[in-house]
């Protein structure tokens, strides 16, 4: 996705902008190029899921080739999504991020509107949004062949309907300056932060906010990893920021030697791009948040949908999911940071998505006892 | 107590000059009217006195104090001048009373509270507006936001009064009583006065002396009288309304002396009334005094017969267009004939002019 | 021909204007005013009017009941009470002090002859177009105690073990907050304090009073009502600020109501709609009461006769004081534009938000290669042209129908278009969501461009008000009235004349809205699924998924677009002035008609 040394182009590119922009009323959304053939090489699939896909695919292109999804993590995952549209030509993902309110607040409006936008739904939260009547069940053939995982662990990725199912986990660990601090002294388990010795040397996002640092200190919780007394050893330990990108931007600055529950993809894309940054998982009991993926009730291109949610669980979507640094379900799938696989991951033993849900307010409420001292 | 006096007076804006080495003096309790079409500077040099401007050279004096001297780079602020001013918007705050807007020169000068509360009401009620002290100024009509500012600029006087077009906003028949009741206020308080006008008539009703300023320059200075009826020079004529002027081409000697030869053949014999015409001056009449020739009847003026061009009805008099010569006309106005009188004028008809000497004004 | 005749033109009626003038001509027309109310209602009042009634409701969708549970929750709750004293404290703060360095530029822009006070506009314009979340980040990153450029800088000099200077911390939040509200209050004001009328502050001045006396006397007094109304919009407009509280604010243990609503929104139990009705209730109280505090203070003054008849000449001198007043400036500047302009562009260039080396324009090239950010950028500038065009136009029918008439509907039109001040983003977006949801014509459009503008314009409307409000003041109604004399209809009238004359008072109206809407983020983000993201959503999108690099090269981009429009915007309004100045002839209108009348009663 990223193109270096285009500087010479840039001009050439602007003046296209410009173009584009004004052209902008006359031209509508361009029309899918037409079909192509499948290269089912490169899909590296059995020929009987390669003639459910070809169909699927078919259907697709006669749906308009167009995809649209909702949820939060697109940018992230827009390497997975261009491997599709190559793979699958013709096909064009439409991304709408929303979290939260105005997630919920879009889908109601396009049930009662009866304009429905998006096609798939993608988010941890998914689970409210099934709640709340938006899912189709559907049960991708592909996800029934993932390998390296057992049934049992395989039926905790979805619901008994099928109205979800997930193909990723986000991995939440410890990131690390590596100009402040030797990723060898750090310690491998949550409960030494608590440690009155790292104290000023811990960054963490607000956990009395929504965002990502509520969402794994709650899990840390929830699965008895650590207690009430460790969140007060945390909370005096460490400098909190309202806002999950400034407190990667400290790490990676240099303010901070180390950032507690950071997300695995984000640090080793900073890596990637030169930063003096480190992500290291836990000896034991890893935060893994499920991104559980959804087709959603009336959605205006189903066969479309239906043939991504089945790329996602074949080969190609799995590695492709790995490559941009989260974790998928497949044993096959390597990793390019040297992360275990899904089944060597030691994931914290965490309750039922919907006790954690049902927890939220007293969680949060504890949350913002031990961390809200100063108010 | 004093007057003032402007001592080569000058204001540059950039390149354009305003006022050109202006010398002026106001005798102590005078009033006296700058007199100009816009942009003649007479604003300018009110503004200089008042301290709103600083002058490029000169210095100005009221009383015994120097309050600007540009060569000896002296300059008192306006706060520090006590002048009384009256707008033109009248300037009165909207966010306070009439009392308050009367009461502030008071106050920052530092009067106590009782005086400031008896020299307020004597002010109001001196304009008349005593009953309207707690308004605000949007609550009163025009004539009485006048009264108001007059009575600020009044507590606010030391010893002078500016007034930077008082009265033109103000409907014509309130101007006329406004216009009298500034002159009885002014022979009340006897301050120096300093009045900007454009209204020549505005002028002639209320000052002692009258001073005609046009591109930055004085044209005039004279009593009312005398700059309407023996205006200086051409400008001033054409300003003060002299309808006909015309220049002097020769002088011939004739027997009955010399005689200056006119625009238009217009023969003007130089006596006493008309000493000093000579060509580079003209001569200038107002046209209700010129009349109508019985022809035959010999009298000490000019004598001229032309073709009536142009009749028009004016209320009280007829206006003429007479055509003297080729390209020249005589204005001529006339009591309109009364229903009895058998003798009308018409359009196309020739008839004999008479302008009596006394009357015609020489102008450079 | 009378040489006194020659500048006699206008009639003096034309320019003495006073209310009973204004009100008796008017009566005829003064129907249009109720028609104009209701609109104003509907428009501006019925996405609160969801919003209060959302806080009763268990959810604002189908299927909802009444309860007071929300509403009970949050009123009892100990930290709604504690956000709401520290935002009430730190705005009062924030908006005091950046008022007074407001009035100071804008005096130093328009009444002195301080050097560089040329500069000054433009660099509001800069401070107004940076986004809120990058100026924090910005100010994060300058500020910070143990890397920022700032303390770098100052411990060059001096010894301190620590930096000085932190930006995360009571002072530094409300410091920067301050610098960045200064840009658009100026813009405000301006208009005002170039209309007043000159000769108020010279009666003082004359009356005995000092420049310093007569500045705080009469000039200041006098423009009461815009500074007022400017306070009161500043005021709000921090109210529902988010992006800084929640960068600068929560690392020092600050946190405001908006990070309150934010939370109940987006609650790892899912949206609590009710509970950030409730909470958002507080801020609509918080704002009537201060609408209703200004009209309480203005009595019975009445300032419309404050207006641009005196001539402009006549700025202070500073004398030596003029370098102090051009250090200012240049301070000002430094702090408020150049600083955090230049750490967004560094940021743009870096490979990743802080990195030391490395820089090139990938960034730039990975932007000007997405197809959709480039649709984005296109989209955002219709969206934000159109959006902004209709909030001016808006703006300008309803004031303009405010000012025929007192009464009921003016009280109406004046009330109804501040409510939407009151509303953080999303909880407007979220009104106007509802309210279209809940009428059965109006479904259809949720979604569709037509929602997003109708929300954008909304949001928008009250400080688009005050820019189309200055300028109906300076436009005398008899204008208006000599055209209906001349045989036009009234709209032709208001049109041709009205908004003629205004016209570049509109234009910078319009230009600010254009601003303010290309960078809003929380109302596309809820409301544009059909039409694609607008050029925030994907500076949002990219920023939550912490390539703050790119977002940040994005905005770069956003800012030379909105300076490029700026620059467009001069244009024309340059060329209407001159077109004006060429049509209204000589602007000192003296009047002298009486002089004929004079004559004939001679």
Known sequence: MRTHGKRASLLSRLGCAVVAAAALAACGSDRPAGGGQLDRAALGVTDATFADLKKLYRAALDEGGELVFYGTNHEVLAPVYEKFEKNFPGIKIETHQQTGAQQMASLQADRASGNHVADILQSPNALRYVNAGFAQPYEPPTFRDVKGIDGKVRDGLHDRQFRYSTPLFALFGIGVNTELINPAEVPRNWQDFADGKWAGKVLLHDPTVPGGGQGILTRLLLSNTVDEAWLAGIAHNSTLKGDYATAVQSLVRGEYPILLAAAGADLERSAGQGAPVKFLLMDKDNIGLADKWMLLDGAPHPQTAKLFLNYLYIDLGQQAIADIGNLPISGNARSPHNWPTFTDAKLADLPPEAEITAQNDRVVAILTRIFRRGS | MGGIVLNGLEKAFGSTTAIHQLDLTIVDGGLITLLGPS?????????????????????????????????????????????????????????????????????????????????????????????????????????????????????????????????????????????????????????????????????????????????????????????????????????????????????????????????????????????????????????????????????????????????????????????????????????????????????????????????????? | MNAQQVDSFVAPGAISATSSRRKRSLDPFGKIQWPVAICGVLLFVSPVIMIVVGAF?????????????????????PATYRASWETASIAVVTVLISMVIAIFFVTLSTRTNSPLRGLIPAMMAFVVAMP?????????????????????????????????????????????????????QYFLLLGAFMAMDRSLEEAARLSGASPVRAFFTVQLPVLF???????????????????????????????????????????????EYARASALSLILITIMLLLVYLQYRMMGRRSFVTVSGKGDNHGTWDLGRWRWPAALAIVLYALFAAVLPVTQLVVGSLAPFMGASSGFSFDNFAEVLENEKIMYA????????????????????????????????????????????????????????????????????????????????????????????????AQVPMSLEEASWASGANKFTALTGITARIMSPSLINGWLLSFVVLSGTLAIPLLLSSTTGGLLSVHVYKAYTAGRVELAAAIFVLLMIEILLVTALAVIVRVLLQRKRATYLGRPQVRGQEGNLNDENTR
Request: with cysteine.
């Open chain 3, 377 to 472: 950028f296109g989209l955002t500038a219709i969206v934000a042209a159109v959006g902004a065009a209709i909030a001016v136009l808006v703006s300008f029918v309803m004031l303009w129908a405010a000012k025929l008439r007192r009464g009921v509907p003016r009280t109406l039109i004046g009330t109804a278009q501040w409510l939407p001040a009151a509303l953080p983003g999303i909880v407007l977006g979220l009104g106007v969501l509802w309210f279209f949801l809940l009428l059965p014509p109006l479904r259809g459009l949720v979604g569709t461009p037509f929602s997003l503008v109708f929300a954008m314009v909304i949001s928008v409307i009250p400080l688009a008000g005050r820019a189309v409000e200055g300028a109906i």
């Open chain 3, 132 to 184: 809120p979340l990058f100026y924090g980040i910005s100010w994060g990153l300058l500020g910070n105690q143990t890397s920022g450029l700032l303390n770098e800088f100052i411990t060059v000099f001096w010894a301190f073990d620590s930096g000085p200077v932190n930006a995360e911390s009571w002072w530094g939040l409300v410091a920067v907050s301050a610098l960045r509200s200064v840009g658009f």
């Open chain 2, 39 to 364: 942009g003649c500077g007479k604003t300018t040099t009110l503004r200089c006195v008042a301290g709103l401007e600083t002058p490029t050279a000169g210095s100005i004096q009221i009383g015994d104090t120097t309050v600007v001297d540009v060569a000896a780079k002296k300059v008192v602020p306006p706060h520090k001048r006590k002048v009384g001013m009256v707008f033109q918007s009248y300037a009165l705050w909207p966010h306070m009373t009439t009392a308050s807007n009367v009461a502030y020169p008071l106050k920052r000068r530092r009067m106590p509270r009782e005086q400031i509360k008896q020299q307020v009401t004597d002010a109001l009620k001196a304009v008349g507006m005593e009953a309207y002290g707690d308004r605000y100024a949007h609550e009163l009509s025009g004539g009485q936001q006048q009264r108001a500012a007059l009575a600020r600029g009044l507590v606010s006087a030391g010893d002078v009064m500016l007034f930077d077009e008082p009265l033109s906003n103000l409907d014509a028949r309130l101007r006329m009583s406004m216009r009298s009741e500034i002159r009885r206020l002014h022979d009340k308080f006897r301050h120096t006065a300093i009045y900007v006008t454009h209204d020549q008539h505005e002028a002639l009703a209320i000052s002692d002396q009258i001073v005609i300023m046009n591109g930055g320059r004085i044209e005039q200075i004279g009593l009312p009288r005398e700059v309407y009826d023996r205006p200086a020079n051409r400008f001033v004529a054409d300003f003060v309304g002299f309808e006909n002027l015309f220049d002097c081409l020769a002088v011939e000697s004739t027997e009955s002396g010399p005689v200056a030869i006119c625009a238009g053949g217009l023969r003007v014999p130089v006596q006493e009334a008309t000493e000093g015409l000579e060509p580079g001056c003209a001569v200038a009449f107002r046209a209700r005094l010129v009349k109508r020739a019985r022809p035959g009847e010999p009298r000490a003026g000019v004598s001229v017969r032309g073709r009536v061009v142009e009749a028009m009805y004016a209320g009280e008099a007829l206006r003429f267009l007479v055509e003297i010569a080729e390209g020249e006309h005589v204005t001529v106005d006339v009591p309109v004939a009364r229903y009895s009188d058998s003798t009308t004028t018409n359009v196309g008809e020739n008839i004999d002019l008479f302008v009596p000497l006394p009357d015609i004004v020489v102008v450079r």
């Open chain 3, 57 to 77: 409701r268990t959810t604002p969708f189908t299927g909802g009941r009444w309860t007071l549970d929300a509403m009970a929750e949050v009123f009892t709750n």
């Open chain 3, 225 to 271: 009502p815009a500074i007022g109304g400017v306070t009161i919009l500043s005021l709000i407009v921090f109210l529902e600020s988010f992006d800084i509280p929640a960068i600068l604010g929560i690392p020092a243990g600050i946190y405001v109501l908006p990070t309150e609503v934010f939370n109940y929104l987006n609650s790892g139990a899912g949206p």
